[in-house]
T-cell receptor
Framework: KAGVTQTPRYLIKTRGQQVTLSCSPI?????VSWYQQTPGQGLQFLFE???????NKGNFPGRFSGRQFSNSRSEMNVSTLELGDSALYLC????????????FGQGTRLTVV | GENVEQHPSTLSVQEGDSAVIKCTYS??????FPWYKQELGKRPQLIID?????GEKKDQRIAVTLNKTAKHFSLHITETQPEDSAVYFC?????????????FGSGTQLTVLP
């Protein structure tokens, strides 16, 4: 079956702009989590969505938001971009967000200039 | 919330030798501990996981051990090969509330020298 798909793969934005990233989970998976990966900070948890509800949120400013649709696809939005937002954004899907394997997408490489 | 510490940050071994990566966690309620391998430019992929009702798990050359009392778990790779070179991440997850998220260690860059 198809894996986790993230679009776009690469994005270049200017400071102050906003951006929307998309994540399509594996069919049947209802939990989608988002992570920010940077060389110095590793994998930092942003938020988790399950059945269209945000179930968990990490320690990121309110400029970072997300949502999940009825087909479990999820979007992440970052408003008023800052240079420090440049990172690889990864989403991971799992059946229910419990003790089952989380599968990662290829990520979206966001560069803010 | 959960805090996961991972050591070492870099590890170089000769091909054929063993490699050990260690992680400690802070939340005694955590009960799921996966290990991910991320090759350069690729997505993290699960290589092995262990649940808190098990002390050790093996899959060919890879094994993970868990010490719940001491709150630490380790990844062991035997007979290392150049293709084992990658960044390895440990993680921990609980079952309730904010502990449900996967909290990752900072990663270990493993280099297997031919």
């Amino acid at each position: 079956k198809a894996g986790v798909t993230q679009t776009p793969r690469y994005l270049i934005k200017t400071r102050g702009q906003q951006v929307t990233l998309s994540c399509s989970p594996i069919s049947g998976h209802r939990s989608v989590s988002w992570y920010q990966q940077t060389p110095g900070q590793g994998l930092q948890f942003l938020f988790e969505y399950f059945s269209e509800t945000q179930r968990n949120k990490g320690n990121f400013p309110g400029r970072f938001s997300g949502r999940q649709f009825s087909n479990s696809r999820s979007e992440m939005n970052v408003s008023t971009l800052e240079l420090g937002d440049s990172a690889l954004y990864l989403c991971a899907s799992s059946l229910d967000g419990g003790n089952t394997e989380a599968f990662f997408g290829q990520g979206t490489r966001l560069t803010v200039v | 919330g959960e805090n996961v510490e991972q050591h070492p940050s870099t590890l170089s071994v000769q091909e054929g030798d063993s490699a050990v990566i260690k992680c400690t966690y802070s939340d005694s309620a955590s009960n799921y501990f996966p290990w991910y391998k991320q090759e350069l430019g690729k997505r993290p992929q699960l290589i092995i996981d262990i649940r808190s009702n098990v002390g050790e798990k093996k899959d060919q050359r890879i094994a993970v051990t868990l010490n719940k009392t001491a709150k630490h778990f380790s990844l062991h790779i035997t007979e290392t090969q150049p293709e084992d070179s990658a960044v390895y991440f440990c993680a921990a997850r609980g079952l309730q509330g904010s502990a449900r998220q996967l909290t990752f260690g900072s990663g270990t860059q493993l280099t297997v020298l031919p």
